[in-house]
């Protein structure tokens, strides 16, 4: 594949163009732009930047214009950032959900010129804090609204002249120009600003084509839901631009549903917590099956959680079985096509990962940072390219090592040129050429990634043993009645956790045993559902040593999320939130001391 930059993929799309290069639904039905519209869109884009006096500057990152762009997935998103790419400007994407102090903080480091949105909500954020950033000139608004400008405006007929004018800038673009600063959410302090080059990004995106190209996409149809100025569903973008896959968004988190059945796509990519809530909502309706049905459908859950990737001859009886009368409605249910689901952001449920692969939608769950490009690793189609529990195999052309420390290394052409105008972090982070990821690791037979945890994540007991969270988590979630958890212990004399129950899965297990309830706030204080989360952790407890078991917890009627802050836009905890919002819970927690043999449930204070 002949490619030094991203935008190359216009060349390749040119040579075998669609009619459906890229889809949304306007006003309620589904628009296909072809690609033949996409290429003169971004090139009237480009032209339209140009003429306002966007340029390269003298050619520096510091030099080059910057333009942001916050709007969630849709066609206009995509053709932005190659009309950017391509007049060698470069593109700050940002959280729709970033508040305006926040927005105002970056678009004022990068010096951004211009910003297009994509509803009237964010360009309400962003005249709210317009009079503080001297180097924004104009807002630009995908939909049509009073308060700004419609980017409509800029798509004008090119002139005598004008795609030449463009080739001559295209082609001065480099590799290892910088194509887009993403900035980090991050579980706290301060967004960093990852300076990633065509190069980074490109690399990545070739490497991953040869894991893509191993799955049967006979439609060669993607849909995408997740932000896109998160480098992994950017990347997993390009990754379908370089393939000719016809790319659908959906029109919300809330429409996955009803999307995938209409866009039957082959692939899709998604963060652990859409799969426990597919999950929950198969549950859900397996439950309230009666008799024979019901009796078929939980024997089948449990044939699909003893999946192993080299099963036997029995098993795969068994297996048919279960596909014929459960599993082909479920993929039915998710248009019918699909045949892998790429995973990523944090780490999956094993239980999850063999219940979807038992039923023909193989999980290929990743690794990887923003400052990574991202993938690292990512477990593959073939069946000898996966392994359950790890992130699969290191992806091609990336290099890792592991530190004396159990830190996971990294060296390979997706790593970043820097964090933007921040030296001291980025030489805290590239040492000796190689990049520390900050998470702890293993290859399990040489050959699988797997993440044990976060270096800052692990703790240390006021008795001075160290515990790292994160498998303890793991573990014990892959129990159906506990949908959250944090470990929690630093400097204390045990180690205790806040848990978020499931109530999808615990409503009707109180229903049929005659527990009455108002609200989760009372639910979570009954004597029953008490014995039954202890229950659940001391079943798991003896797979740890004694210092890591968890000795007291507390269960939480509220679930956490993006939108009540205690989760990242990716769904990572933010557990420095978490612990402040739940302060006096913890304390409580605390106070007393623990059975040594037997763990602990408090009541919780609402």
Avoid at 402 to 407: L, M
Avoid at 420 to 436: L, R, S
Avoid at 453 to 464: Q, V
Wanted: proline content about 5%; hydrophobic content about 40%.
């Amino acid at each position: 594949m002949n490619a030094t930059r991203l935008f190359d993929c216009m060349a390749l799309q040119a040579a075998a163009p669609v009619a459906n290069l890229l889809n949304a639904k306007e006003n309620g039905v589904w628009k296909a732009y072809s690609t033949q519209q996409v290429h003169q869109m971004v090139n009237q884009l480009s032209m339209a930047l140009l003429n306002l006096g966007i340029s390269q500057g003298d050619g520096t990152t510091e030099g080059r214009d910057k333009i942001a762009l916050i709007s969630s997935g849709r066609p206009e998103w995509l053709i932005t950032d190659l009309a950017v790419q391509q007049i060698g400007a470069i593109l700050v994407p940002l959280y729709p959900n970033s508040n305006p102090k926040e927005l105002e903080q970056i678009l004022n480091e990068a010096e951004v010129k211009y910003v297009f949105v994509s509803n009237d909500e964010l360009c309400g954020k962003i005249t709210e804090v317009q009079a503080n950033i001297p180097s924004l000139k104009k807002v630009y608004s995908f939909d049509k609204i009073n308060a700004c400008a419609h980017w409509l405006e800029l798509l004008q007929p090119l002139q005598p002249g004008d795609t030449e004018k463009i080739k001559a800038i295209r082609d001065t673009v480099k590799a290892n120009d910088i194509t887009t600063i993403i900035y980090t959410s991050g579980t706290t302090g301060h967004p960093k600003g990852v300076m990633l080059t065509h190069k980074n990004i490109l690399t990545n995106v070739l490497d991953s084509s040869k894991v893509l190209n191993q799955i049967p996409a006979e439609h060669k149809s993607a849909l995408s839901f997740l932000p896109l100025n998160h480098i992994f569903e950017k990347m997993c973008t390009y990754i379908y631009m370089f393939n000719g896959f016809a790319i659908s968004y959906a029109e919300s988190m809330d429409t996955i549903g009803p999307n995938l059945r209409e866009v039957k796509p082959d692939i899709f990519t998604a963060v652990p917590r859409l799969l426990e809530k597919v999950f929950e909502r198969i549950m859900d309706a397996g439950q309230k099956l009666t008799g024979l049905k019901k009796k078929i459908f939980l024997w089948s859950i449990k044939v699909a959680e003893e999946f192993e990737i080299n099963h036997g001859a029995m098993y795969a009886i068994k297996l048919a079985i279960a596909d014929k009368l459960v599993f082909s409605k479920w993929r039915e249910a998710v248009g019918g096509n699909v045949k892998a689901i790429v995973v990523g952001s944090s780490a999956t449920p094993i239980k999850l990962e063999k219940i979807f692969t038992a039923a023909k939608i193989v999980i290929l769950e990743g690794y990887g940072l923003t400052e990574t490009s991202p993938v690292i690793a990512v477990n593959q189609y073939l069946p000898d390219m996966r392994k359950f529990g790890t992130v699969g195999p290191l992806l091609g052309g990336v290099q890792v090592k592991i530190a004396e420390d159990g830190e996971i290394l990294c060296k390979g052409d997706n790593v970043m040129a820097g964090y933007y105008k921040n030296p001291e972090m980025t030489a805290e982070v590239m040492q000796d050429g190689w990049f520390h990821t900050g998470d702890i690791g293993v290859l399990d037979e040489g050959k699988f990634l797997k993440i044990t945890d976060r270096k800052k994540e692990i703790f240390k007991t006021s008795g001075g043993k160290y515990v790292a969270p994160l498998p303890i988590e793991n573990k014990m979630k892959e129990n159906h009645f506990i949908e959250q958890m944090m470990v929690i212990g630093s400097e204390r004399k045990f180690v205790a956790a806040l848990i978020v129950p499931s109530y999808t899965n615990l409503l009707p297990w109180c229903k049929e045993n005659d527990i009455l309830f108002i609200n989760h706030a009372e639910l979570v204080k009954d004597k029953r559902v008490m014995e039954l989360f202890k229950a659940a952790v001391n079943e798991f407890n003896p797979e740890f040593n004694h210092v890591e078991q968890v000795k007291k917890i507390a269960l939480l009627p509220n679930e956490w999320s993006v939108e009540s802050g205690e989760l990242t836009p990716t769904g990572k905890m933010k557990r420095k939130v978490i612990m402040e919002k739940y302060h006096d819970v913890i304390d409580k927690l605390y106070r007393e001391d623990v059975n040594d043999t037997d763990c602990t449930v408090i009541p919780p204070t609402h």
